[in-house]
Every structure is written in C-alpha cells, then in structure tokens.
C-alpha cells in the first residue's frame, strides 16, 4: 500500500484546508505557526492551476492515489447525476472515512491501518479493504478481538466528543455504527470546487 509522507499542516495550509478536516485538532498536533503571518499571497493562479488545486486537495484529504481517483472519475462520469457530486459522495463511502466520522480512528491515514489490519466487520464479516464502499443499511462493527485493544480505548476517549454525520449512527457501548442514508454533497466537510475537477478530467 502506497503511502503519502506530506506533512500535514503543511500541505493544508497549500490547499486552504483545515486540519481539523483530517482530524488535527490539537494545537501539539497541528504545529500552528506565527512564521510570516503576513506573508504576501501568491500571485493569481491559472485556470488550470486551479482545476489541479482542487484535485489535489480532495485526494490528500482521503488519501486517495491517482489511479485510484481516476478510477472514482470515471466511474462518476458514468452514473446519473452530477459528475462532480456523485464523485465527491462516492469516495465518502469509502470504509476508511466511515471508520473515521464514526470517530473509531483519529485520523483517516489510521482508519486506513486499522482497516487494513482487520479491526473491523461489515454486516458482520470482515473486512480489510480501506476502498471498500459501504451502503445504505450496512453496519459496521468492531471485531470482538479488537474489543479490549487498548490502542482503540485510547482512541474512543480522544474521539468521543466528534460530531456524526447525518447518514451515519454510532452506538458506543455495543461499537456499532450504522449507514442510515447515502451521504449527499452537503456533508462533504471541507470546501471544494468539484466542477474544477471535472472540467480537469473533461479535458
């Protein structure tokens, strides 16, 4: 699995995103800086510039490959709708970003190792596969060996006071989250010109 070794705040601060958006919110963990605070800003970008901006971004913020993203791209382009939402709400679906805004993962790069490392079952089987996309009606569960890991305890209280979407439930006692509806373009947590990306590839 490749993996994507861009320090965070960092490449936020580039792509005018919050880090709480990838699950920073720690002021030890966000590395705020005063350094050059009023720096002047870059000059205007190129409509291309742009396009490629915000394709970056959504992939950073999933920590999605190219290949993989094109492959979301055209199956998007595909499907009924809105290229741009429906591309944005499909990569949503992923398991790893579930783990994530049920707040089972600090991080979404950890939700991807715990994925992958078999911490959780979907309608009660397992599954290892961070792409894997999830349905309305599917639940997710924590694997009854996982149950006790300490590393997970710590992450339940760092996570406990998270805000759910509104197409997912969380029951923390039995670890269980349900997908109670297909998340739609408004939950998409951070901001984003999905019509950029669309004219990128339409190129």
């Not at 966000?30 to 970056?56: D, F, I």
């Not at 992939?59 to 492959?71: A, P, S």
């Not at 009660?124 to 996309?133: D, E, Q, T, W």
């Amino acid at each position: 699995m490749a993996k994507n070794m861009q320090p965070i705040v960092k490449r936020c601060r580039a792509l005018d995103i919050s880090p709480a958006v990838m699950g920073y919110t720690k002021k030890s963990k966000t590395g705020s800086t005063k350094r050059n605070p009023g720096g002047q800003r870059r000059h205007k970008k190129s409509e291309y510039a742009n396009q490629l901006s915000e394709k970056q971004k959504v992939k950073f913020v999933y920590g999605i490959l190219e290949k993989q993203f094109r492959m979301y791209y055209e199956k998007a382009a595909k499907t009924r709708g809105i290229t741009g939402e429906v591309l944005l709400t499909t990569i949503e679906r992923r398991l790893d970003n579930v783990v994530f805004r049920l707040g089972l993962a600090r991080t979404r790069r950890e939700a991807r190792q715990l994925v992958t490392h078999g911490f959780f079952a979907v309608n009660g089987k397992a599954v290892n596969i961070p792409s894997y996309l999830v349905c309305a009606g599917n639940v997710i569960t924590v694997r009854e060996k996982y149950r006790s890991n300490d590393a997970l305890k710590v992450i339940l209280s760092e996570t406990s006071g998270r805000l759910l979407p509104q197409w997912l439930t969380f029951d923390a006692e039995a670890l269980e989250g349900k997908v109670t509806d297909m998340p739609k373009r408004e939950d998409i947590d951070f901001p984003v010109q999905e019509h950029l990306i669309v004219e990128l590839y339409s190129k």
